[in-house]
């Protein structure tokens, strides 16, 4: 068969592969006769394999480099050569591999070997390619040491990790010319090579540096962890053995743990400081929605794991199966941990290598959009994944990437409290002296140089957290007033701090509980100081994600422009979507922490503890509501009385909370009050049952046989509004019975504790004329014939009272026997002296020049409004309670005034939002503070629209003149005809 024909066949057979297996195909194109011909001329056509793998590429490599003529010839032999034997490798790896999954039930069994087997074939076919490249590029007469080695994993394709290690400065330019061309033709027609190693360490343009150069560097600090882990996994590839075990023995070892070497810990300490913050930064990483990331998602974490536990147990072995079989062995209390780690590491391993092969060379795998799935389909297929019922390849392809992917966060993490607890046995931190001699702060933050770099301070924490107060007073001295001329501790600090956003804030939280607030807050504004990047905005992300309680004191403890500047500092563009989510959860918690009340940060700061879930689903409403409704079902599941009630009051915090999170997100003040309602309502009835079962349970004799209780709501809550002063209570006992009565008095005394721990407290309206909770239904009629009470402000309680609890026998009756011969059989008497009231109240404000705007009392303002709209219901005898649905009502009964009451309708829920608003974020008082407006304008801006003091303030006072106008027309054209027609 001729070589244009085997080499047809050759492009068909590499059809699956990825588009970047068109550069080999093109080299062997251009380069494939010129080869053939150097083999015939030589007789070799049996020696040298161009269609089948070869046993020894180093062999057939060295007599290609021999029989070229010419380096340009040599070179096109040697590329071709490797491009033909480096499809084969793929192409025969992909066919034993279908082969081997049809066979065998273990996949996972198949996919170590294939990932074994491959990388063995891929380091000897580099190794042979740029041993001959070096030949041919060292000069003869040149005497360089030196030792080429792989740094990174050996089945990665898109280049090849390197690192270079020679003797010295003789000879090295030599050695760096050579380096720099193998590295331009393995691009060109092989694989490119990466020199991690030698960007840190060489101080010049070479390739490589010898072990003093590694020793200089390394000795003062511990620079990159990753440039370690890279020597930890270091192979020789070629060159010299002796330099080899030199560099293996002089640099690496020290990383190793010895015991009886304490001098030589604090290398093994800040490597162990580098992996364990490296692999809880990725541990505790969301995945993310719309791709996959084998790399990010498990084998960082997996690979660090294994390299932390490699230096503690004293380990040579490079490859990550073989590590996890020695550590079977060295390790056997967590062999089972390893078990599931090393199928973890197998699959994403698996899935990683065959996605670069058959799709692309990308680390990021998305996997939404059709074509994405697609060429997920063509992964799952060489992986043996086929149809199971309605599963399709690809859906069990991706659920079993994240089952493993899932396994290596597990067990990374169950791994890393042994990691810890080593690392705090060894820390150089807990060694120092705890007296409080001078230089004390200076010891610590020179001892932290070392490690500067690494993220993991955690020891750190607990250190200062048990030491004595002397010592701590003299640390907070020290970093107040430093040391003369040396730069400010406090600066140093900070700067420390930068690598570790935990040790920083969890610091300043430590300075503001043991009484050292004001250097707290100068050491964040010091850190606010700082550039804040996009990188630095999701390592904060990162610690609020899983430290959401450190962050929430952290963000307490601030002062109000600290939280408004790490809100502005936050404010970035950012595009990963995991790490927008978390920022924008951190901001709305920081904002509704400088746009509320002590008394809403209060709460706050309960919900918080209780829980925290709250801070997870912060921006989203739908799903807080559904957490509420479910804390709501809990409550009737626990039987215990007392953890009934306490399980009921965070239920009432929780959805407090919840309404002002929507309050002061621009949610209409429609839903707001349903919203609020709602939880009020659920909550006065949960707790008047708890309560019941409690009191029965006491005495079931005293229990009546049917209720005779009505517990009615007025004020403010019983017309349906939100953020009310107080729980406005009616509480009527349908029975003479002292007995009774002293039966439902026993439970109103144990819901009035409860409701007054909820914050907001109780208010017995009709207590002041009977001296108890409850009232008779004879002795409200009594009081009412009798004119005992403050008639207007009596009948307009009654008047807007919404049943809550009790059933629709006592709703009718206290309908029929209060409500209407009370109040709407004397409508007109009530409707003067509500007109009175409203007339002499405008009056005051008239002539006492009240300049203070109260958006309750002032003219035009809340008040006013509410007025009308009982003097409308009972003018028309109407009962509805709801201030909100009963302007509808009022434009139906009234069409000639519908326009009216549309208008007055937006004015009335444009004041009972500012109402809201600066009842939640500056004072319950109805009285504007103009100081606080600017507040109040910044959160009713949208993107849209930004609001102004000035603007607002004009809005409001505009508002209250149209307020003014409508009630004088209404008053004059509807209610004073009503009253003068009835004499």
């Not at 801070?615 to 039987?639: E, K, T, W, Y």
Request: charged residues 25%.
């Amino acid at each position: 068969m001729s070589y244009t024909e085997q080499l047809h066949r050759l492009k068909i057979r590499c059809l699956p592969l990825g588009n970047q297996h068109r550069k080999y195909l093109y080299t062997i194109s251009e380069h494939l006769e010129g080869l053939a011909r150097r083999i015939e001329k030589h007789g070799a056509m049996e020696r040298i394999h161009l269609w089948y793998g070869a046993p020894s590429y180093d062999e057939e490599m060295a007599r290609l480099s021999r029989w070229g003529e010419t380096e340009e010839e040599k070179l096109a032999d040697l590329g071709c050569y490797f491009a033909l034997q480096f499809l084969h490798l793929k192409l025969t790896a992909l066919d034993s591999l279908a082969v081997n999954l049809l066979k065998s039930r273990d996949h996972q069994q198949e996919y170590k070997q294939f990932m074994l087997w491959i990388g063995h074939g891929f380091r000897r076919i580099t190794a042979a390619y740029m041993r001959e490249l070096l030949k041919i590029f060292l000069p003869p007469e040149a005497a360089v040491e030196f030792v080429v080695m792989g740094v990174g994993t050996r089945s990665d394709q898109d280049d090849i990790d390197l690192g270079v290690v020679d003797r010295g400065y003789e000879g090295r330019d030599v050695l760096t010319t050579a380096i720099a061309r193998m590295n331009a033709e393995m691009l060109k027609k092989a694989i490119g090579t990466h020199y991690h190693l030698s960007e840190h360490v060489c101080s010049d343009d070479s390739y490589a540096a010898s072990i003093e150069d590694y020793q200089e560097l390394l000795q003062s600090e511990i620079h990159d962890f990753v440039i370690i882990n890279e020597m930890l996994g270091a192979a020789r590839i070629l060159g010299s053995r002796r330099l080899f075990f030199d560099f293996r023995k002089q640099v690496t070892l020290r990383y190793y743990f010895n015991r009886h070497q304490p001098e030589q810990w604090k290398f093994h300490e800040g490597y162990l400081r580098g992996i364990v913050g490296e692999v809880r930064s990725f541990a505790l990483r969301d995945f993310a929605a719309a791709s996959l990331n084998p790399k990010v998602d498990g084998l960082r974490m997996i690979k660090a794991s294994l390299y932390a536990a490699k230096t503690m147990f004293n380990l040579r072995q490079v490859n990550a199966w073989a590590l996890l079989e020695a550590l079977q062995y060295r390790d056997p209390g967590r062999r089972a941990a390893y078990v599931r780690l090393e199928s973890a590491l197998t699959f994403l391993e698996m899935f990683r290598y065959l996605y670069q092969l058959l799709v692309a060379e990308e680390e990021e795998i998305f996997c939404e959009d059709a074509s994405a799935r697609e060429q997920l389909s063509v992964v799952a297929e060489a992986m043996g994944f086929r149809q199971n019922g309605a599963a399709k390849p690809v859906d069990r392809l991706v659920a079993d990437y994240f089952r493993h992917a899932r396994t290596a966060k597990e067990v990374t993490l169950s791994l890393l409290p042994d990691v810890v607890g080593h690392l705090s046995s060894i820390s150089s931190f807990t060694r120092l002296p705890v007296a409080p001699a001078p230089g004390l702060s200076d010891r610590l933050l020179n001892t932290a140089q070392f490690f500067r770099g690494t993220r993991f301070w955690d020891d750190v924490m607990i250190f200062l957290r048990q030491a004595p107060p002397e010592y701590f007073s003299q640390l907070v001295e020290e970093i107040k007033h430093g040391h003369g001329d040396r730069p400010s501790p406090l600066v140093r600090w900070v700067d420390w701090g930068q690598n570790s956003y935990f040790l920083l804030f969890a610091f300043i939280n430590l300075l503001f509980e043991r009484g050292e607030g004001q250097l707290g807050e100068a050491m964040f504004r010091e850190f606010l100081q700082r550039e804040i990047t996009a990188d630095q905005v999701r390592r904060i992300s990162v610690v609020f994600n899983h430290y959401p309680k450190m962050m929430v004191d952290l963000i307490e403890n601030l002062s109000e422009q600290s939280r408004r500047g790490f809100y502005e500092r936050l404010q970035i563009e950012v595009w990963d979507r995991r790490l927008f989510n978390d920022r924008d959860r951190l901001c709305s918690l920081i904002k509704l922490q400088f746009t509320t009340s002590r008394f809403v940060r209060r709460i706050l700061t309960k919900v918080v503890a209780c829980h925290p879930q709250f801070i997870d689903l912060i921006n989203q409403p739908d799903a807080l509501a559904a957490f509420g409704r479910g804390l709501c079902s809990q409550v009737d599941q626990v039987l215990n009385y007392r953890e009934r009630r306490r399980k009921l009051a965070e239920y009432h915090d929780f959805e407090f909370l919840r309404v002002c999170r929507l309050a002061l997100t621009n949610t209409s003040n429609s839903r707001v009050a349903e919203e609020y309602i709602g939880f009020s309502d659920a909550y006065l009835q949960q707790l008047f049952h708890i309560c019941s079962l409690e009191v029965d349970a006491k005495d079931p004799a005293r229990k009546p046989d049917r209720s005779l209780i009505s517990i009615l709501v007025t004020g403010g809550y019983g017309h349906c509004l939100a953020f009310d002063d107080d729980y406005d209570l009616i509480i009527l006992v349908d029975s003479e019975s002292a007995e009774i009565k002293a039966y439902y008095e026993a439970i109103l005394t144990r819901m009035h504790t409860e409701i007054a721990r909820s914050g907001i407290l109780p208010h017995y309206r009709l207590a002041e004329y009977t001296g108890s909770f409850a009232c008779t239904i004879r002795e409200l009629k009594t009081l009412l014939q009798n004119q005992q009470m403050d008639t207007f402000v009596d009948q307009s309680q009654l008047l807007g009272a919404r049943m809550v609890v009790g059933s629709d026998r006592l709703r009718d009756g206290f309908y029929e026997f209060i409500v209407r011969p009370h109040i709407f059989g004397q409508k007109h008497d009530y409707s003067r002296a509500m007109l009175e009231e409203i007339r002499h109240r405008h009056q005051v404000y008239a002539t006492e020049k009240i300049n203070a705007i109260s958006l309750k009392e002032s003219p035009g303002g809340l008040r006013d409004i509410e007025m009308m709209l009982d003097i409308f219901r009972a003018q028309f005898e109407v009962a509805q309670q709801s201030n909100y649905a009963i302007f509808h009502t009022f434009q139906t009964i009234l069409p000639e005034y519908a326009n009216q009451m549309i208008v007055l309708a937006r004015q009335y829920d444009f004041l009972r939002t500012m109402r809201n608003l600066h009842r939640l974020a500056i004072a319950a008082d109805d009285r504007l503070n103009i100081e606080y407006l600017d507040l109040l304008a910044e959160i009713v801006s949208t993107s849209g629209q930004t609001e102004t003091k000035a603007g607002l303030l004009e809005k409001i006072n505009s508002s209250m003149a149209i307020v003014k106008s409508i009630q004088q027309e209404l008053i004059e054209e509807v209610v004073l005809p009503r009253l003068e027609e009835k004499g």
